[in-house]
């Protein structure tokens, strides 16, 4: 069953307009993390946010923010004022505790936004 | 401080044959996980390694094996190659299994 739901298959801005991914995943642990990572074109995933389960204080980053709601079991994710190096995929990621092996490392990702930011 | 790197960057092979990809960590790290990416099944966990034992197992076939060695390099192996092997193999690494990981610029795998 898939863990993690991004809905948006692609969304097209102008550059400077703001963008929101969601982002939906399903768990019956009490502790987890949350990822967005983001690839360009270039193919390498790059990390862009973590956030644990206990920590539900949403937060700005420069241009990035995040809307973390257990409730809705929802973690999205916004870009303002878009430019056009933000143009790529965008994936959100869940890591659950492994206990057999007291393991976090194993990443559930979601199918992926496409952004297209353009001029 | 150097990122993690992969190689080969590109590879090609023919059906039935083996490969070995190579992942080298951030200094430092000591967790390395494997994840493949495919257009049709998007990324897929492959395997975890910590202390150069796997800590975690997705749900590949027995030919997609790896390893950790003392100074936390990581390979992966595919043998008897298909074409659905085809892909790109995607190493990451973590200070240890609980911290956020950071990934190579991949291995793109091509199976003809």
């Known amino acids: 069953a898939q863990k993690v739901t991004q809905a948006q298959t692609e969304i097209s801005v102008v550059e400077k307009e703001d963008v929101t991914l969601d982002c939906v995943y399903e768990?019956?642990?009490?502790?987890?993390?949350l990822f967005w990572y983001k690839q360009p074109p270039s193919g390498e995933l790059v990390f862009l946010i973590r956030?644990?389960?206990?920590?539900?204080q949403n937060e700005i980053s420069g241009r990035y923010s995040w809307n973390f709601q257990k409730s809705t079991s929802s973690f999205n994710f916004t870009i303002t004022a878009s430019q056009v190096v933000d143009s790529a995929v965008y994936f959100c990621?869940?890591?659950?505790?492994?206990?057999?092996?007291?393991?976090?490392?194993?990443?559930?990702f979601g199918a992926g936004t496409q952004v297209v930011v353009t001029p | 401080k150097a990122g993690v790197t992969q190689t080969p960057r590109y590879l090609i092979k023919t059906r039935g044959q083996q490969v070995t990809l190579s992942c080298s960590p951030i200094?430092?790290?000591?967790?390395v996980s494997w994840y493949q990416q495919t257009p049709g099944q998007g990324l897929q966990f492959l395997f975890e390694?910590?202390?150069?034992?796997?800590?975690n197992k997705g749900n590949f076939p027995g030919r997609f094996s790896g390893r950790q060695f003392s100074n936390s390099r990581s390979e992966m192996n595919v043998s008897t190659l298909e074409l659905g092997d085809s892909a790109l193999y995607l190493c990451?690494?973590?200070?240890?299994?609980?911290?956020?990981?950071?990934f190579g610029p991949g291995t793109r795998l091509t199976v003809t």
């Open positions: 990451a690494s973590s200070l240890s299994h609980s911290y956020e990981q950071y």
């Open positions: 768990t019956r642990d009490t502790t987890y993390y």
């Open positions: 956030r644990n389960s206990f920590d539900e």
């Open positions: 990621a869940l890591s659950e505790h492994q206990m057999t092996t007291d393991s976090w490392g194993k990443l559930q």
């Open positions: 200094s430092g790290h000591r967790s």
């Open positions: 390694y910590f202390s150069e034992t796997q800590r």
